[in-house]
């Protein structure tokens, strides 16, 4: 089972940008399909994109046009490009990886995003 960690988040102004690492070990991370999910303080865990092992990406309606997930296998790790960030983007990101062999399903600490002023 792959072991995921997050970085790259922080605080930023409304309208900056921040690009978040998910880098993924123990495994051959070219197998797994990855996703970023957020979850706002008091709020829901929500789904926000995902790459799959082919390299295919999907968006939430409510980050498409300001944010690009990428993959880079050579370096085992998934990238969260994230532009003209707004407030309601503050959440702690996780990234999570699902097995394209096996099903099993594995999960990050999450990383910080606060976007203010």
């Known amino acids: 089972q792959v072991q995921l960690v997050e970085s790259g988040g922080g605080l930023v102004q409304p309208g900056g940008s921040l690009r978040l690492s998910c880098a993924g070990s123990?495994?051959?991370?070219?197998?797994?399909?990855v996703a970023w999910y957020r979850q706002g303080h008091g709020k829901q865990r929500e789904w926000v994109a995902v790459?799959?092992?082919?390299?295919?990406?999907n968006y939430a309606d409510s980050v498409k046009g300001r944010f690009t997930i990428s993959r880079d296998n050579a370096k085992n790790t998934v990238y969260l490009q994230m532009n003209s960030l707004k407030p309601e983007d503050t959440a702690v990101y996780f990234c999570?990886?699902?097995?394209?062999?096996?099903?099993?399903?594995?999960w990050g600490q999450g990383t910080q995003v606060t976007v203010s002023f």
């Open positions: 999570s990886a699902r097995s394209s062999t096996t099903g099993d399903n594995s």
């Open positions: 123990g495994s051959i991370f070219s197998f797994y399909a």
């Open positions: 790459i799959t092992t082919d390299g295919s990406t």
